[in-house]
């Protein structure tokens, strides 16, 4: 008994509880959720042991909309259309854009929070920003190689402020991501930037930000890897074959 009993303590978790005939996520019949909670709901469950209310649910559902897909232009994206065509299943070509997903391609949102939590605790935005540039001069959440200015940074930031005005958020971390963009004037707050802004505000911790990233950008990796899949290409690579790379030895 004691082994089984130690068994059972090594996988011990509150996420669900998973019995015959008995789904409990976090503690709630899966059957009271199916047709009720929203799947942005459940993520908030999954996540923080309750559901959201309405509002707070919203805002989490409108930051992971806002980062489904970028195009081919994403390496994650690009890796899974490639991954598609060399035989592969489409889960294995979701988890080859996934794993493309780390501190440079994905990890800013993540980034971002830590430094506005910085801002935050430390009242100083210009102090926090000239620390952050002494180790990189990009800031992360702020600028965008192919963007002037982000069309998902305004929609995202005016549905905060109405968060604000309702109460549903404090709007700390609103107020120091704003700061640090005119600090940075005239380098505008990007997507991370906003989707780290409605994490922080919503109270998920920052490692968090790049994990719901990761799940919203799933959404468009599985899409561009569907979609390939159905083009009739093999082993897709990085340019057309008939662009031929740069010898660098002939330079």
């Known amino acids: 008994m004691s082994g089984a009993s130690d068994a059972a303590d090594w996988w011990g978790t509150a996420v669900s509880r998973i019995e015959p005939d008995v789904i409990e ?16 709901e459940v993520v908030w469950l999954m996540l923080r042991g309750r559901l959201p209310d309405e509002r707070q649910a919203a805002l989490l559902e409108a930051a992971l909309v806002s980062s489904v897909d970028h195009g081919p232009h994403a390496p994650s ?15 294995n070509a979701v988890a080859t854009g996934v794993n493309m997903l780390g501190d440079v391609h994905g990890g800013a949102g993540e980034q971002c929070v830590e430094m506005l939590e910085e801002v935050v605790r430390s009242g100083d935005a210009a ?21 002037t200015r982000d069309p998902r940074r305004d929609p995202l930031l005016t549905l905060v402020d109405e968060a604000v005005a309702g109460e549903v958020v404090a709007g700390d971390h609103l107020r120091a991501a704003r700061r640090v963009e005119e ?15 409605i994490y922080a505000e919503l109270g998920f911790p920052a490692p ?14 599985l899409a561009h890897a569907w979609e390939e899949s159905g083009q009739g290409r093999r082993n897709k690579g ?5 662009i031929l790379p740069t010898d660098l030895r002939a330079r």
Request: aromatic share 6%; glycine share 12%.
């Open 25 to 40: 996520l976090q503690g709630r019949p899966v059957q009271e959720l199916i047709g009720r909670a929203g799947f942005a």
């Open 77 to 91: 994206i690009a890796a899974a259309r490639m991954a598609i065509t060399c035989g592969v299943g489409l889960n």
């Open 127 to 147: 102090a926090t920003v000239a620390r952050w540039r002494a180790r990189d001069k990009y800031l992360p959440g702020f600028g965008h190689r192919f963007h």
């Open 183 to 197: 600090l940075i004037s005239p380098v505008p707050m990007n997507i991370d930037g906003a989707t780290a802004v």
């Open 208 to 221: 968090l930000a790049r994990g719901l990233f990761v799940l919203s950008r799933s959404v468009g990796i």
């Open 238 to 242: 990085p340019i057309p074959p008939s």
